[in-house]
């Protein structure tokens, strides 16, 4: 009798640890997706000046987090007002990054050469980064305030140009 009873307990006990070990299983295979109001995730990379940034070196400032890649169409077609846009806002606070998931670096250079964008580059070949985020579509981009809170995340290209998108980042910047 005691034995069975032992043996109940047992039973109870594994199936327990079984569902934990799932739930576990389940909540590690979910995806992370940064949204707004979310806190960015930290990062460092080195950029194509030689220099290792981390988001943390852009308190104060309004950080566009822009991830893109030279195979990317809409990427590229999104670049010049991306460009544009830091020359417009690079005395108010705002600075652009820009993290290329190419894996390319002969590719990524050569593009980068011939465009000659005005706001910093970095490659993350292996999308570490990106995948911190929960980015998967290209071109992303994360408004990253001076606290470090995601307050706007665009999927996909924008002109950055437009009337409105400088209305919207010049009432973050006085905010």
């Given at each position: 009798?005691a034995?069975?009873?032992t043996?109940?307990?047992?039973?109870g006990?594994?199936?327990?640890?079984?569902v934990?070990?799932?739930?576990v299983?389940?909540?590690?295979?979910?995806?992370?997706?940064?949204?707004?109001?979310d806190?960015?995730?930290?990062?460092?990379i080195?950029?194509?000046?030689?220099?290792?940034?981390?988001?943390?070196?852009?308190?104060?400032?309004?950080l566009v987090?822009?991830f893109?890649?030279?195979w990317?169409?809409?990427?590229?077609?999104?670049?010049?007002?991306?460009?544009?846009?830091q020359?417009t806002?690079a005395?108010?606070?705002?600075?652009?990054?820009?993290v290329?998931v190419?894996?390319n670096?002969?590719?990524?250079r050569?593009?980068?050469?011939?465009?000659?964008?005005?706001f910093?580059t970095?490659?993350?070949?292996e999308g570490?980064?990106?995948a911190?985020?929960?980015?998967?579509?290209?071109?992303?981009?994360?408004?990253?305030?001076?606290?470090?809170?995601?307050?706007?995340?665009?999927?996909g290209?924008?002109?950055?140009t437009?009337?409105?998108?400088?209305?919207?980042?010049?009432?973050?910047?006085s905010s």
């Amino acid at each position: 009798m005691a034995a069975v009873k032992t043996d109940r307990i047992l039973q109870g006990l594994i199936a327990a640890t079984l569902v934990a070990l799932t739930c576990v299983v389940i909540d590690t295979m979910r995806e992370k997706v940064v949204v707004a109001g979310d806190t960015a995730p930290q990062f460092s990379i080195a950029t194509d000046a030689g220099r290792t940034l981390t988001r943390s070196d852009f308190g104060g400032k309004l950080l566009v987090l822009n991830f893109w890649a030279t195979w990317c169409p809409p990427c590229l077609e999104e670049l010049p007002s991306l460009d544009e846009f830091q020359k417009t806002f690079a005395d108010s606070g705002v600075v652009v990054l820009g993290v290329s998931v190419d894996q390319n670096l002969r590719s990524y250079r050569g593009f980068l050469a011939k465009t000659k964008v005005a706001f910093q580059t970095a490659r993350d070949p292996e999308g570490k980064i990106a995948a911190d985020y929960g980015t998967f579509k290209y071109p992303e981009t994360y408004i990253i305030d001076s606290q470090g809170v995601v307050v706007e995340k665009i999927v996909g290209a924008v002109n950055w140009t437009d009337a409105g998108m400088i209305a919207r980042v010049k009432r973050l910047i006085s905010s």
